[in-house]
């Protein structure tokens, strides 16, 4: 020891803990590279050395096997720091600084601490001050060649890595579905199953259009998928499982299933905390992509038509967020609308009228967004009834074609069923084999041994009664499921189409899909009328003009003919008549129901129609008190003489009420005559 080094410790620094900071970077070079570990623990006699006693000397060694790039996760660092920061220790010891810190922002961190906390610095060179400025600038450049020292070992390790990425000779982990060979070279898995279960999710995807449903089909037919462990005990096994929704879409967006090699992918940043968050790159920002690198299950055009399928079908992406997956409502232009006057894609609303959802087509986005009035709001009942009658005159002349497609897509969906469901049952099979030949190849006084496989083999003949039953009653339904019947009544719709398309059997998701195949999105403007201006995707382009929908108090009136019923029934028959005459009829009112004689009264007087009573007296009909004064007689009398029939009266209205017919030229005295005589009788 130097005299200056026994200069700088001092009796304060005695009084206090001295600590070693032990650290290897990682578990393999704890158990190979030894030595180095000795030499650290070694540093104890140093401290000795100077003046601090054994029990003074702690050893911080729960880092061993961490990284030095950080000090996140590293409890001892972290322990060390907060004793210093609480004046506990008088020396930090460290075989040199990279075993403290890799990270200049911990080793200045620590090297503040320490000046501040009057804490010597202790490495295989000698004892440093941190209060001190030249012994700070020399650990500081100790910690700033540490570091670039790090950098360069990354550095050198990473350009070997990258340069054989961009070479395509980088072995990386393999998706499920590959493996690779003695030579290094990837190759499909040589498990069938495997390759069919992979084959027929790419199959789905292509028939559905949508991951979801992908996914829903799987489950509805009840198969499994691979996926590899990685870790633990079972690592490098294949299990089986139902299929998830982020596996589809893992699989659908990977490279590597349509043979090309790909590396730089993903980015990786490092948040203060010390997690790293990863973020996907476009494919133009890889590192390295290798087309027709390895044997593939799908080409590299349907790969990236999937993954345009898929961008399409996103609904969080902002501006990719487009047409969207064909979904349960019967909205024909779902996805397709684009509102004319700002160009937005339309979004689609529901109303119900009656026991039926009516679409509604609203460009909202910039009214939520800016708090303004929606810029159109488009009624799609008689729209899509349009558009459907549209996509019928366009199609029918390929119905024959597109029905043959149909039942070839049917038949080959029994096929993959069945092959895949046949390939479940054969290795159920084999695992009941291999459980058996174990069984028989156990010693039997081993009874430890014998049980246990004893039971596994009961356990593989459950499964595989399981799969034998579950493949008959599969292969059973896709027998039934089309027969010389039903593909007769495909035929039979393929010809007559507009059948189909309006059958209410048909799902609306499949009408969707069909208008799809055809039209590439429609452009709503709503004026006069609605103008459609229709884009098909062949690039041709079609004009309609909708008329608007009637308002519903319109759609709900009653309808011209029976208003003109009703009008000449009043002519004849009072409210309450014309009401039974019109029921009689089987007519109703715009709301569907039977008239009443207040309906009629209300009908009437919405219409300006003139009443019953009106109508009479038009006619020169005479109430009753005009009646009695012409014919010189009581009120009461007119109406015995009514009842008796002897003058002409017509009821006006359901009360009772009535008009009379103006009587003839000898009706007076003939009237008077007998009004004299049996005025006479009464007086007798």
């Keep these: ?143 700033t060649m540490s570091e670039a020292e790090l950098h360069v070992m990354r550095a050198r390790l990473r350009g070997g890595i990258l340069n054989k990425a961009r070479r395509g000779e980088l072995e990386t982990r393999l998706p499920i579905g590959f493996v690779y060979d003695t030579e290094s070279r990837v190759r499909l898995d040589p498990d069938a199953r495997i390759q069919e279960s992979i084959r027929h999710l790419f199959r789905t995807f292509r028939r559905t259009g949508s991951a979801t449903a992908t996914v829903k089909a ?194 080959s969906r029994s096929d993959e069923r069945d092959r895949l469901h046949r390939q479940e049952f054969e290795r159920a099979r084999y695992e009941a084999d291999l459980a058996r030949r174990r069984y028989m190849q156990v010693d039997p006084a081993n009874r430890l041994v014998a049980d246990s496989l004893e039971s596994e083999w009961n356990q593989a003949l459950r499964a595989l009664t399981e799969a034998q039953d579950h493949y008959e009653k599969q292969r059973e339904a896709d027998r039934a499921g089309l027969n010389d019947k039903q593909r007769a009544n495909i035929m039979t719709l393929a010809r007559d189409f507009p059948r189909l398309w309006n059958d209410p059997r048909t799902p609306d998701r499949e009408r969707k899909r069909m208008a799809r195949l055809l039209i590439a999105d429609a452009t709503l403007l709503k004026g006069a009328d609605i103008c459609v201006q229709i884009r098909f995707n062949g690039g041709a382009t079609h004009t309609l003009h909708v008329p608007l929908s009637k308002p519903a108090w319109i759609l709900r009136q009653t309808p ?31 709301w569907g129901k039977r008239f009443t004689s207040r309906m009629i009264t209300r009908l009437r007087l919405s219409h300006k129609l003139p009443s019953h009573h009106d109508r009479l007296r038009a006619r020169g009909m005479l109430t009753l008190d005009e009646i009695a004064e012409r014919l010189n007689v009581m009120p009461t009398t007119i109406k015995t003489w009514r009842r008796a029939g002897l003058l002409i009266a017509h009821r006006y209205d359901d009360k009772g009420g009535y008009l009379f017919e103006p009587p003839g030229a000898e009706a007076p005295v003939k009237f008077q005559h007998q009004g004299k005589t049996r005025g006479r009788r009464s007086a007798a």
Excluded at 12 to 20: D, F, G
């Design 560 to 590: 011209r003919a029976v208003i003109a019923e009703m009008d000449r029934l009043l002519n004849e028959y009072t409210e309450s008549e014309t009401a039974e005459q019109l029921n009689r009829q089987g007519l109703a009112s715009g």
């Design 218 to 411: 799987f489950r509805e037919q009840g198969l499994l998928f691979p996926h590899r462990v990685h870790h633990g005990v079972r690592k490098d096994d294949v299990l089986w499982s139902e299929l998830e929704h982020s596996r589809v879409l893992w699989v659908l967006h990977h490279p590597r299933y349509a043979g090309a090699y790909c590396f730089g992918r993903t980015r990786y940043r490092n948040h203060p905390d010390g997690q790293k968050v990863s973020a996907r790159l476009p494919s133009a920002e890889w590192l390295s992509l290798i087309p027709d690198a390895h044997e593939a299950y799908v080409s590299w055009e349907e790969f990236e038509q999937n993954v345009q399928v898929l961008r399409e079908n996103a609904h969080a992406l902002g501006i990719d967020r487009e047409r969207g997956a064909p979904r349960e409502g019967p909205a024909l232009l779902q996805g397709l609308a684009i509102c004319a006057r700002c160009g937005e894609r339309m979004t689609v609303r529901y109303h119900v009228k009656g026991t039926h959802r009516v679409p509604d087509y609203m460009c909202q986005r910039h009214g939520v967004k800016h708090g303004r009035p929606v810029c159109q709001h488009v009624h799609g009942g008689e729209l899509d009834k349009a558009i459907g009658r549209l996509l019928v005159e366009t199609v029918t002349p390929v119905t024959l074609e597109v029905a043959l497609a149909v039942q070839e897509e049917l038949e």
């Design 1 to 143: 020891m130097t005299d200056q080094t026994h200069a700088k410790v001092q009796a304060r620094h005695l009084k206090r803990n001295a600590y070693l900071y032990v650290r290897q970077s990682t578990l393999r070079q704890l158990f190979e590279n030894t030595e180095s570990t000795e030499r650290q623990y070694n540093l104890r006699q140093r401290a000795i050395a100077l003046g601090w006693r054994t029990d003074q000397v702690v050893v911080i060694d729960s880092d061993l096997g961490l990284s030095g790039a950080s000090s996140v996760d590293r409890q001892g660092f972290q322990r060390l720091v907060a004793e210093v920061s609480l004046g506990r220790a008088g020396i930090v010891m460290g075989l040199e600084v990279s075993r403290l810190a890799r990270n200049s922002t911990d080793w200045h961190r620590l090297l503040e601490i320490c000046a501040l906390a009057d804490c010597l610095i202790l490495d295989e060179d000698g004892v440093y001050d941190p209060a001190h400025f030249n012994d700070r600038l020399l650990l500081g450049l100790k910690g």
